[in-house]
């Protein structure tokens, strides 16, 4: 009798054991959140961080993510980072202070959900971005894998906020991560993520700020 073994069954998906999809990721600045990614944030991408609420350390997920590729475009061509209908009003200062320079983020506050899909889709397909940060509720999934597409052709990264009643939705996106609030952390429950299987990780939000000061 002939042993069968996975490595003869065509078409058969490994998991863990296949070659990352990304051709590359970006460490997010949290070791934990990291071996959790399998490196970091994946490149190019479309990220949906699902949270109902602000100001929770959601933002300073980003930064690794913003730093890391602003230092690369200062090799090539300057590229911007979009942001979408954010809920609040960004800060210079704040910006300064983690290392990301103001001029290279423009900020558009955008009314229609329709206007702000084809807007993120044209910035994202641009290649002029380095990254596009949006504020939206419901997506149906045709309009979602267009804006995959668009930030893998365009070599980017799309980061969609949405409520976490998206949850129970299927979504196309290459990582989905929902945030709760802890006390004196931030719970990510790792939905999906493209080769990797689903996890929670915890951590603190301030531990960016030393990653930011040890990467001056």
Same mark, same amino acid.
């Given at each position: 009798?002939?042993?069968?073994?996975?490595?003869?069954?065509?078409?058969?998906?490994?998991?863990?054991?296949?070659?990352?999809?990304?051709?590359?990721? /970006?460490?997010?600045?949290? #070791? %934990?959140? +990291?071996?959790?990614?399998?490196?970091?944030?994946? !490149?190019? =991408?479309?990220?949906? $961080?699902?949270?109902?609420?602000?100001?929770?350390?959601?933002?300073?997920?980003?930064?690794?993510?913003?730093?890391?590729?602003?230092?690369?475009?200062?090799?090539?061509?300057?590229?911007?980072?979009?942001?979408?209908?954010?809920?609040?009003?960004?800060?210079?200062?704040?910006?300064?202070?983690?290392?990301?320079?103001?001029?290279?983020?423009? /900020?558009?506050?955008?009314? #229609? %959900?329709? +206007?702000?899909?084809?807007?993120?889709?044209?910035? !994202?397909? =641009?290649?002029?971005? $380095?990254?596009?940060?949006?504020?939206?509720?419901?997506?149906?999934?045709?309009?979602?894998?267009?804006?995959?597409?668009a930030a893998m052709t365009g070599r980017s990264?799309?980061?969609?906020?949405?409520?976490?009643?998206?949850?129970?939705?299927?979504?196309?996106?290459t990582l989905r991560i929902a945030l709760r609030?802890?006390?004196?952390?931030?719970?990510?429950?790792?939905?999906?993520?493209?080769?990797?299987?689903?996890?929670?990780?915890?951590?603190?939000?301030?531990?960016?700020?030393?990653?930011?000061?040890?990467?001056?």
């Open positions: 009798m002939n042993t069968v073994t996975l490595a003869d069954i065509p078409l058969l998906w490994r998991a863990e054991s296949l070659a990352p999809v990304q051709s590359q990721c /970006v460490s997010t600045g949290y #070791q %934990p959140l +990291d071996r959790a990614l399998g490196g970091g944030w994946p !490149l190019p =991408s479309l990220i949906e $961080l699902l949270c109902d609420d602000h100001g929770i350390g959601e933002l300073r997920l980003l930064v690794g993510l913003l730093r890391t590729a602003q230092g690369a475009s200062a090799l090539t061509a300057p590229k911007i980072v979009l942001w979408l209908s954010p809920p609040f009003e960004l800060h210079a200062i704040a910006l300064t202070q983690y290392g990301l320079a103001p001029n290279d983020h423009w /900020v558009c506050s955008i009314s #229609q %959900p329709a +206007d702000l899909q084809w807007a993120m889709t044209q910035a !994202l397909r =641009s290649g002029a971005c $380095l990254a596009v940060i949006a504020w939206t509720r419901h997506l149906k999934p045709a309009a979602l894998r267009t804006l995959k597409l990264v799309g980061v969609l906020f949405r409520p976490t009643s998206e949850t129970r939705l299927a979504s196309p996106a609030p802890q006390v004196d952390e931030l719970e990510l429950a790792i939905l999906k993520m493209q080769g990797r299987r689903p996890s929670i990780v915890r951590i603190a939000p301030s531990d960016v700020d030393r990653v930011t000061r040890e990467a001056r």
